[in-house]
């Protein structure tokens, strides 16, 4: 078993190469977030950053409330079980009731405000009702099934703080305060080009040769998850001329450029090269598998990212790089993908780059467990369909059967 605080960061083992914690330090350390904000509907803010502070004026609950359907009683009039009480009013949600007096009991349904004199609640199924009396089967305690007020959030308190990505949950919590305009960060333009003569769009057959650019959906997908204004310049043939002019025309106006294919070092790749003529590359090999070319670097006001060409390896870099990148530059506090340990339901060799492995977690004689798909190419776009999160391998480490492995769901990043 290895964890991977044993794995020392340096990339030893591969000379040259950025190990992947380096890799993402150079790219955040160049981020900076946009500054321009936004009034948006909060009915229109999902995934969106927040941009200031927001505080409640009011209590959450504003009012101790009947957390059931039941009665509304004096406890100390209910210390043993069987006392039967008068009811003397009934009171639905959104209704206020008036004082409950001893030997008396209220009506009441969830949600509604607990009256004056009363403070417990008695849940229906543990009373017997007739027409004006009811018997309460049990023994009640101040409190019981009352849900005070302020106990969710306090009048004045911090309700979310600036740089909070907002989920559907968060746009709830701002809601319960009130609250109906937000101000968030802009928007981040994310210019895309795809590269490779052979890639062509899909809903045309394929020449002799040819495959369909698959990389762009995948690409689009994810960043459309991040509620990115997408650039999208298309598929770009394999010539310095093509890759320098759109390279030229994507840095204008986007804050980032995401581009799949063309950063290795085979004659037909000439997005690198395009990268420097243009601007400045700071990195562009990682020791990793899937993946290992990331061009990282900057073409006039925008961040560059070149993505490797192989579909596995441009989904696996994105979470890996170009998402935490992405909430950076959106303003996002909390940018990086958690770790979870569990338990491999499979076996891997010792490896020389830190690898990314496609799994599925499933329940195996009361324990989650990750599977391994069968089949681990780069190309393999089935693996990433498949698996519901990465094994992260470190350098040097080796899985054996049952073995406490890094696990990184894709739940939530995607
Ligand atoms: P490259 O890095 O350009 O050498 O591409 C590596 C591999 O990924 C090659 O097999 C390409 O055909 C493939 N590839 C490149 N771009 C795409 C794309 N947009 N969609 C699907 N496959 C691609
Ligand atoms: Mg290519």
Redesign the pocket.
């Known amino acids: 078993m290895s964890t991977q605080s044993k794995i020392p960061v340096d990339c030893c083992a591969s000379p040259g190469l950025l190990s992947v914690e380096q890799a993402i330090e150079k790219i955040l350390s160049q981020a900076v977030a946009v500054e321009q904000t936004e009034s948006v509907d909060i009915l229109n803010a999902l995934h969106r950053v927040l941009a200031e502070d927001l505080y409640s004026t009011i209590d959450v609950p504003g009012y101790d409330n009947s957390a059931m359907d039941g009665y509304a009683v004096r406890s100390e009039n209910c210390t043993s079980s069987g006392a039967a009480l008068t009811v003397t009013q009934r009171i639905p949600a959104g209704q206020v009731g008036s004082q409950v007096d001893p030997g008396c009991a209220a009506r009441i349904f969830t949600g509604a405000p607990v009256p004056e004199g009363a403070d417990a609640v008695v849940m229906q199924e543990k009373c017997d009702a007739d027409e004006n009396t009811v018997t309460i089967n049990t023994v009640v305690t101040a409190g019981a099934n009352v849900r005070r007020a302020g106990e969710d959030i306090k009048k004045d308190g911090t309700v979310l703080t600036a740089g909070k990505r907002l989920r559907a949950q968060e746009l709830g919590l701002l809601a319960s305060v009130g609250l109906a305009e937000l101000k968030v960060k802009r928007r981040l333009k994310v210019a895309t080009f795809f ?2 003569d ?1 890639i062509i769009a899909p809903g045309k057959p394929l020449a002799p040769g040819q495959i369909y650019n698959s990389n762009r959906y995948t690409l689009r997908g994810l960043l459309q998850a991040m509620d990115c204004e997408i650039i999208d310049l298309g598929i770009v043939p ?1 010539t310095l001329e093509a890759t320098v002019d759109v390279l030229k025309q994507a840095a204008v106006g986007a804050d980032l450029v995401i581009t799949s ?2 950063v290795s070092v ?1 004659e ?2 000439y997005v690198r090269i395009a990268l420097e003529k243009l601007g400045e590359l700071s990195m562009w090999r990682i020791a990793m598998k899937p993946g290992k070319p990331v061009a990282f670097g900057k073409v006039d006001n925008a961040l560059f990212m070149g993505l490797p ?1 192989n579909p596995v390896s441009v989904f696996v870099t994105y979470l890996l790089f170009a998402r935490p990148l992405i909430l950076k530059l959106q303003g996002a506090v909390d940018c990086m993908p958690k770790r979870v340990h569990v338990r491999a339901d499979f076996e891997w060799k010792k490896v020389q780059r830190q690898e990314y492995l496609r799994v599925r977690l499933s329940q195996k004689d009361n324990q989650t467990v990750a599977q391994l798909y069968p089949h681990q190419g780069s190309g393999v776009l089935s693996s990433a369909s498949w698996a519901d999160g990465l094994v992260e391998v470190m350098i040097g480490e080796e899985i054996k059967q049952g073995d406490m492995v890094s696990y990184l769901a894709f739940e939530g990043l995607n």
């Open positions: 590269t490779g052979e394999d294919g063309g085979g037909e790749d060409g």
